[in-house]
T-cell receptor, first 121, second 115 residues
Framework: AQTVTQSQPEMSVQEAETVTLSCTYD???????LFWYKQPPSRQMILVIR??????QNATENRFSVNFQKAAKSFSLKISDSQLGDAAMYFC??????FGAGGTSYGKLTFGQGTILTVHP | ETGVTQTPRHLVMGMTNKKSLKCEQH?????MYWYKQSAKKPLELMFV???????ENNSVPSRFSPECPNSSHLFLHLHTLQPEDSALYLC??????????????FGSGTQLSVL
């Protein structure tokens, strides 16, 4: 079974600064997807960024980028030029690329425990 | 306006009550999911429905009973719950595809308290 670990329960950053959130995972699979989700106080989980394991290039989405180290099974999120609106709980998640009959692995995300990010003005 | 709407937003119930959580997606997706988010624990997948058919039950106790009457609606019927069932229940939907860009869209959840 896959596991996802976020070792930082809480992080803080000054507005306009850069912060990195850590995530490690354990899997025996070679093909999979990794995600970072953001959960603001509204509670809705919002996809921030995703990475396909077969791609060596790190994904980027505007101020958000990842450092994907497949051999080390590490998937950190870097937020540049932090904004007050970035304050939220951030979850790292894993999804297998395999699927059985009926596509049963689709949407089956394994989440980490989350990191609460505080942004100070 | 979120594409996935959950009601009620908050729910307090006694252990002998019967209640239902409702989820509706307006995105034309063909798969829907229930996740449980407990304090200080990772999100846990509970149920998966694909084209209205349940394709996954992640060893969830029978006091939780899902229902998916069509691809747009998903319910979670609750009865004789325990205090440890208090959690945020999140609904999600996706468009299942062999393409690699499948994404989950979440609702804002129902915060459930069992007294």
């Amino acid at each position: 079974a896959q596991t996802v670990t976020q070792s930082q329960p809480e992080m803080s950053v000054q507005e306009a600064e850069t912060v990195t959130l850590s995530c490690t995972y354990d899997t025996s699979e070679s093909d999979y997807y990794l995600f970072w989700y953001k959960q603001p106080p509204s509670r809705q989980m919002i996809l921030v960024i995703r990475q396909e394991a077969y791609k060596q290039q790190n994904a980027t989405e505007n101020r958000f980028s990842v450092n994907f180290q497949k051999a080390a099974k590490s998937f950190s999120l870097k937020i540049s030029d932090s904004q007050l609106g970035d304050a939220a709980m951030y979850f790292c998640a894993y999804r297998s690329a395999r699927f059985g009959a009926g596509g049963t692995s689709y949407g089956k995300l394994t989440f980490g425990q989350g990191t609460i990010l505080t942004v100070h003005p | 306006e979120t594409g996935v709407t959950q009601t009620p937003r908050h729910l307090v119930m006694g252990m002998t009550n019967k209640k239902s959580l409702k989820c509706e997606q307006h995105l034309g997706h063909n798969a829907m999911y229930w996740y449980k988010q407990s304090a200080k624990k990772p999100l846990e997948l509970m149920f998966v429905y694909n084209f209205k058919e349940q394709t996954e039950n992640n060893s969830v106790p029978s006091r939780f009973s899902p229902e998916c009457p069509n691809s747009s609606h998903l319910f979670l019927h609750l009865h004789t719950l325990q205090p440890e069932d208090s959690a945020l229940y999140l609904c999600a939907s996706s468009q299942r595809s062999v393409a690699t860009n499948e994404k989950l869209f979440f609702g804002s959840g129902t915060q459930l308290s069992v007294l």
